[in-house]
């Protein structure tokens, strides 16, 4: 059985300048998260909410966004604004977005250090976020990793890297495509394809203007196989979700995501043939952590924390990579948890649906800089996109 939360309440560790000095005090925290997986949603409204609700009677509130650059954009104009009552208390985030906000001094300093589940992390993951200095402005939330999912009904592995993808994609036209890339599925898909072609190795020792010079080759390429695609190429489904859709009713024989566990997670809610398996290319994925952070301005800081150290709770994290839940591998470092917790996390990784532990970890490819992943998604608009 799942012991209960154990996580330290905050109360006596956090600041007293978080307290506003005589003010009831605001138990509500609004955390901002993309709102594009029905998986996640229900996992954070039916699981975690009351949780944290039962805990340390907090009311969690999901406020579920489109395109986090929008929120990126409010929370910089709030702060050249000098707006100080912010509504937004935690924010979930990764990347170009971390960095940009970073930049514009919007978060709030060093949470990592008053959360005190930080003792669990893994020490990895609270150094650098794509590349990027974290400094203890997030904390982490999860591990993600690219994998790609397929109908093992149909046949073997359709593909391990981008010259395979072709001869794939020209014996099986209309049967495969990839997200725009506007959604960051589909700008991870293009990521991948990217180090596939010229080397992770060789794209960290180019300068900008390099990179956009060789990706001319990827391109090429891309432009070249378009009419093999669905639909011919003329058009890309606009998220995750669609692609998923788009799987699940036979139309493409592959989707993709970042969540390993989702094959799992969707043939349990009846979303994916029985016989969906995921798989890796040959060269390895991209592996990121994801995070959540605090803007400067919001008005909870003190809650907003709280629910934040019960997020890397091993109670929430157990539940957050079950399957059935979200399926989100843990930030947490088995040699930190106590016997029951570390017996319950191996059950969690005996699947023979996803690739072994041994393949994710010596598989993993590290994302490229923000900048970089700048240049491949403007490149990939301006040279196939619009084509």
Not at 31 to 50: A, C, L, Q, R
Request: net charge negative.
């Amino acid at each position: 059985m799942i012991k209960k939360i154990k996580y330290v309440l905050l109360a006596s560790l956090i600041p007293l300048a978080f307290m506003g000095c005589g003010k009831k005090e605001n138990k509500e925290v609004n955390i901002y998260m993309w709102g594009g997986s029905k998986e996640i949603n229900t996992f954070m409204d039916d699981v975690v909410t009351p949780k944290i609700k039962e805990a340390d009677d907090i009311t969690l509130k999901r406020v579920p966004i489109v395109d986090i650059k929008d929120i990126v954009n409010k929370l910089i104009i709030e702060k050249q604004a000098g707006k100080k009552d912010g509504v937004i208390d935690v924010l979930w985030l990764n990347g170009e977005n971390f960095k940009a906000l970073k930049d514009a001094n919007v978060l709030e300093e060093n949470i990592l250090t008053k959360v005190p589940n930080r003792n669990l992390l893994k020490e990895s993951t609270i150094v650098k976020d794509f590349g990027e200095d974290i400094d203890g402005l997030e904390v982490p939330f999860g591990e993600a990793q690219f994998n790609f999912i397929y109908n093992t009904q149909k046949g073997n592995v359709p593909f391990t890297n981008w010259e395979t993808l072709t001869t794939y994609i020209k014996q099986n036209p209309g049967r495969f495509t990839y997200p725009n890339v506007s959604n960051f599925t589909g700008s991870a898909f293009i990521r991948n394809l990217v180090i596939d072609m010229l080397g992770y190795e060789n794209i960290q020792n180019m300068s900008s203007d390099d990179l956009r010079v060789q990706l001319d080759i990827v391109w090429n390429y891309l432009n070249e196989i378009k009419p093999y695609l669905w639909r011919e190429g003329k058009t890309y489904p606009e998220s995750e979700g669609k692609l998923d859709l788009l799987y699940s009713t036979d139309e493409v024989d592959v989707t993709m995501g970042y969540t390993v566990n989702k094959v799992n997670s969707k043939i349990d809610s009846g979303d994916y043939p029985n016989t969906s398996e995921s798989f890796l290319l040959e060269k390895g994925t991209l592996f990121n952590n994801h995070y959540l952070a605090i803007p400067n301005n919001s008005k909870n800081k003190e809650n907003a924390l709280k629910v934040i150290n019960a997020l890397i709770s091993p109670e929430i994290q157990i539940l957050k990579q079950e399957p059935k839940n979200w399926g989100d591998f843990t930030v947490l470092d088995m040699n930190k948890l106590d016997l029951e917790d570390k017996k319950s996390f191996e059950e969690l990784n005996k699947s023979g649906k996803i690739p072994t532990l041994e393949e994710l970890e010596t598989k993993r490819v590290l994302e490229l800089s923000p900048e970089k992943v700048r240049i491949i998604e403007e490149g990939w608009t301006e040279k196939v996109g619009k084509n």
